[in-house]
């Protein structure tokens, strides 16, 4: 294994924006599957406030590499979008962005992929709804030439193999360690008997999976817990609301919730707040919304987790780019993850 370190460093002239880029590993392999040796590496891309501007970058190449996201209502894919918007522009591709109506659109997605073959795009960039049933469409994606590279929610590798769906690389973050220490910051202020609960994404998704192993394992290592439910609000801060009232009716006692994202961990947030009685139960989340930010900061929520979007969305757009000229990509790269809590979140 071959490995290349690239740094790339644009420093802050006269008030403009730093871009910093650090410690990018291209790892040669002989041939690429779903998944395969795994990158860590740890990236920041800031932003600034800059506006989305339409659907497409200024057309500078002739190579089309079109994002493909789940929803634009939760605010983590708005994220990925920026950095994959910054890399175009950095890179010189003409970027198309599309996306579901909400994170369970599978059925749209798919339709949008459809489309991209129709339109001859060069690559598509995929945070897939579905672990599953997005591989038959974008098998026939790889067969008319069109490179694939997954990012967020890792494809099925048994499903991809048995379907030929081959050389794609994945771009994420160990969704089941960022679970664990989301999980195990609210499990170690337990000290008495307590019930609790899991709220888990799509069930058909790897990374709603994931992280319900990583809570499940975090909760397991304290003998004051009981765990009495794991049920699924499919992302969505209106399902949760109503799945964490329904709990209270199984489980009036529930002390603690791990929410498989911020959306559902700010749904059970607003029912507790309607609930009288129930100012002392523990939230744990995961993406780092701003929401969830200033709900830590107010004693609402107890902790989220970093995992860095917008270095999903521009590594997408960059390793797609790098196919496209032939060059070789890690198979698997995991972008480094961070707790953020009260005692670490910034004012």
Same mark, same amino acid.
């Given at each position: ?7 790339i460093?644009a ?7 730093? /871009?910093?880029?650090?410690l ?10 779903c ?10 891309? #800031? ?10 970058s ?5 190579k089309n590499v079109a994002?493909v ?7 983590f894919?708005?994220?990925m979008? *920026?950095?994959a ?6 890179? !010189? ?11 369970t ?31 038959p469409?974008?098998?026939?994606a ?9 990012i967020?929610n890792?494809?099925?590798?048994e /499903? ?15 969704? %089941?360690?960022?679970a664990?220490?989301?999980a195990?910051y ?9 019930e609790v609960?899991?709220? %888990? !994404? ?8 994931e ?8 909760f397991?290592e ?8 794991v ?6 801060i #209106? ?7 329904a ?11 791990f ?14 707040g ?9 939230v744990? !989340? ?7 930010? %200033?709900?830590i ?6 902790v989220?987790v970093?995992?860095?979007?917008d ?5 997408g757009?960059k ?5 496209? *000229? ?14 953020i809590a ?6």
């Open positions: 294994m071959l490995v290349n370190i690239i740094q460093i420093e802050r002239v006269l008030g403009m924006r730093i /871009v910093s880029l650090l990018l590993a291209l790892v040669t392999f002989g041939t690429i599957g998944s395969g040796g795994k990158e860590s590496t740890s990236v920041i891309i #800031d932003n600034g406030t800059e506006n989305r501007q339409g659907t497409q200024q057309n500078t190449s002739n994002l996201m789940k929803t634009l209502t939760n605010p894919f708005i994220e979008e *920026k950095g918007r910054l890399a175009a522009k950095e890179m !010189g591709v003409n970027l198309i962005v599309k996306t579901g109506a909400e994170e659109s599978v059925a749209q997605q798919i339709a949008i992929i459809e489309e991209l073959i129709d339109d001859k795009v060069d690559a598509i960039v995929i945070a897939p709804a579905s672990s599953t049933e997005l591989i469409v974008l098998k026939k790889q067969d008319a030439n069109i490179s694939i590279v997954n967020d890792q494809l099925d590798t /499903v991809c193999r048995k379907m030929g769906l081959v050389n794609v690389p994945f771009i994420s973050v160990n969704n %089941e360690q960022g664990y220490l989301s195990r609210i499990s170690q202020k337990i000290t008495t008997p307590t609960a899991i709220l %888990e !994404g799509m069930t058909s998704a790897g990374n709603s999976q992280r319900k192993n990583g809570a499940l394992r975090a397991k304290n003998p004051n817990i009981r765990l009495v439910a049920e699924t609000a499919n992302w969505k #209106d399902e949760a609301y109503a799945v964490t009232g709990l209270y009716k199984r489980f009036p006692n529930i002390g603690a919730f929410c498989g994202n911020d959306m559902m961990a700010l749904g059970t947030i607003k029912y507790l309607e609930s009288s009685g129930r100012k002392q139960v523990l744990a !989340g995961y993406d780092a919304l701003d929401e969830a930010k %200033e709900a900061k107010q004693g609402k929520q107890a989220t970093e995992q860095q979007a270095v999903q969305g521009y590594l757009v390793y797609a780019l790098q196919i496209l *000229k032939g060059e070789q990509v890690p198979p698997e790269t995991l972008v480094d993850v961070k707790i009260s005692e670490n979140i910034k004012e």
